[in-house]
């Protein structure tokens, strides 16, 4: 049976997006300021009949940990009626929730800060300062990699389908001369795996190489379609272009899902 897909779009932003928040505090050294020295637990849940769905942020001076789970005692928990609606409001979209711990205010304002960060994930996010630039590409190509791997564990058909015909093969998505903008996803024989950098196991099977970050910023927005951007030389796609196609549909998924 196919997984529901509030509670399959919840899990992938839990388990595949919140993880890219230990990115934003490695590569903003003002996002990072934020957080020194601070030691707190921030609950995000939602309520269900089949079963509660949550992950909570943990930090330990200032290192930060994201654990699928509800834990006991957050400092700050955001409780959700419904997957839906928890859905909604961490996809930028208004929505109810009851916030317990808010009077924590300085704690409160800082997630704010760091949960902002990941708007530059937002085709419509088109930021002008550099350094924002690069990590808006980062972060895409970390998330492609991971939700890719997660969608494939959460049980969708097609996607288990698609990785369960096949031998060990590695997907891999990188930009041109930017040797920490990296990561891969791999599979075989239904299983997957995702991982940050570039992975030396062997050789590719599809390799995605965006030629720069500018280039790769009209990919990213939707400004341009992959077809163009491989006719301009925006785009290199090395491999099967069937399975290049398949990865491309299985992320338009995947954003449909969760924005």
């Not at 895409?140 to 959460?154: D, E, G, Q």
């Not at 006719?231 to 399975?243: H, M, N, Q």
């Amino acid at each position: 049976m196919a997984p529901d897909r509030n509670r399959l779009a919840a899990e992938l932003i839990l388990q595949a997006l919140f993880p890219l928040l230990k990115v934003v505090i490695k590569d903003s050294p003002s996002i990072a300021k934020k957080f020194e020295g601070v030691t707190a637990k921030i609950q995000f849940v939602a309520r269900d009949p089949d079963g509660d769905v949550g992950s909570y942020l943990s930090f330990t001076n200032g290192s930060l940990d994201v654990v699928h789970g509800v834990c006991e005692a957050p400092d700050i928990a955001f409780e959700f009626r419904t997957i839906r609606r928890m859905v909604a409001m961490l996809g930028g979209k208004p929505a109810l929730v009851r916030i317990r711990g808010i009077r924590k205010i300085g704690l409160f304002l800082k997630l704010l800060a760091l949960l902002a960060s990941l708007t530059l994930l937002m085709p419509t996010a088109r930021p002008k300062d550099p350094a924002k630039r690069r990590l808006k590409v980062k972060l895409s190509i970390y998330m492609m990699a991971a939700a890719l791997s997660r969608y494939n564990k959460l049980g969708d058909p097609e996607m288990t389908e698609w990785t369960g015909k096949q031998p060990e093969r590695i997907y891999q998505f990188s930009v041109s001369g930017q040797d920490d903008i990296a990561a891969y996803l791999r599979v075989k024989a239904g299983k997957s795996q995702a991982g940050p950098g570039t992975c030396t196991r062997r050789k590719p099977f599809v390799h995605m190489k965006f030629r720069s970050i500018d280039e790769a910023l009209p990919i990213l927005t939707n400004d341009i379609n992959m077809v163009k951007a491989v006719e301009k030389g925006y785009l290199a796609l090395d491999g099967s272009p069937e399975y290049s196609r398949d990865l491309g549909n299985f992320l338009i998924r995947i954003q449909s899902l969760v924005m």
